[in-house]
């Protein structure tokens, strides 16, 4: 079985924090060892765990920011 690996390249933005310390963030996240993507999710305080969360590709990513831009 091979290993899961992850690593935050980038911190991009902490949107909440809860009670325990665990964090909401945005961040770019290399997965075993393949190219950084978008990934929001929940971070325990030392970034040793993480929940579930969702990644995004560049474009996706995009597509998204520009959809939120838009709307007012």
């Known amino acids: 079985m091979t290993e899961f690996t992850f690593k935050i390249e980038e911190q991009l933005l902490v949107l909440s924090e809860n009670a ?3 964090t909401k963030e ?6 075993n060892g393949a190219e950084a993507k978008y990934d929001l999710r929940a971070w325990s305080p030392d970034h040793s765990k993480m929940g579930k969360g969702i990644t995004l590709s560049n474009e996706e990513f995009e597509k998204l920011r520009k959809e939120l ?3 007012k």
């Open 69 to 71: 831009a838009n709307e």
């Open 26 to 31: 945005l961040n770019r996240v290399s997965f």
């Open 20 to 22: 325990k310390g665990w």
